[in-house]
């Protein structure tokens, strides 16, 4: 049988001892090493799939000096210096979930350009995202939105808000509830993540094009 991966622990540690200090040990010690496994099986991946090369970009939390972070994640972009100024793949938890995204935050040195290239593309970015997959706006909040519960009207509002304004940020994927989460074993995960951001690489093929 296989040995699940994550387990209640790990999100436990976002939902219990909330000092910066203590925090930031229990990811280093116990979140960090999954996500350097993640990272083995998910370069190569997004390497073939792409024919680009990827780099991966565990969260540092350096800023922070007070407040412990409420969720962690490693990132995958094309530049070995950063992930935020690109379009990028995530993946993380926060205490209630794991996350599977594609992202684009308001960091994005192409933010605007990319923004048009969803406008020009918003009927088939509606066809594309599975009615089971979530969109958020702000990846420092919890909050998603179902493509299922989204009127097409609303999806493109997210789309003209995203363009519109400045900090708007849009991210797509999925997301596993910690109950499912903690009875994924490390395969089992793996292939969900790939089969995330194998349906998501069309939304990165738009984001980059000219």
């Not at 540690?13 to 040990?25: K, P, Q, V």
Request: hydrophobic residues 35%.
């Amino acid at each position: 049988m296989n040995q699940r991966f994550f387990t209640e622990s790990d999100f436990e540690i976002f939902t219990t001892d909330a000092t910066l200090e203590n925090r930031m040990n229990l990811i280093q010690t116990n979140i960090q090493p999954k996500f350097k496994e993640i990272e083995q099986e998910i370069l190569p991946f997004l390497n073939d799939s792409t024919d680009e090369i990827f780099y991966a970009h565990i969260a540092k939390h350096a800023r922070r000096t007070v407040n412990a972070p409420k969720d962690t994640w490693i990132a995958f972009a094309t530049n070995n210096r950063g992930y935020k100024m690109l379009p990028h793949f995530q993946f993380g938890l926060w205490g209630t979930h794991l996350f599977v995204w594609f992202a684009n935050i308001y960091e994005s040195a192409n933010k605007q350009s990319i923004a048009k290239n969803f406008d020009k593309s918003k009927n088939k970015l509606y066809k594309i995202i599975p009615k089971n997959y979530a969109i958020s706006y702000d990846h420092m909040k919890p909050d998603v939105f179902l493509k299922s519960k989204m009127k097409k009207e609303e999806f493109n509002q997210g789309i003209q808000r995203f363009y519109d304004i400045k900090k708007a940020e849009y991210l797509c994927g999925i997301t596993i509830p910690k109950d499912e989460a903690i009875t994924l074993s490390k395969d089992e995960l793996i292939n969900r993540i790939k089969d995330t951001y194998n349906t998501l690489l069309p939304l990165y093929k738009i984001s980059i094009s000219e």
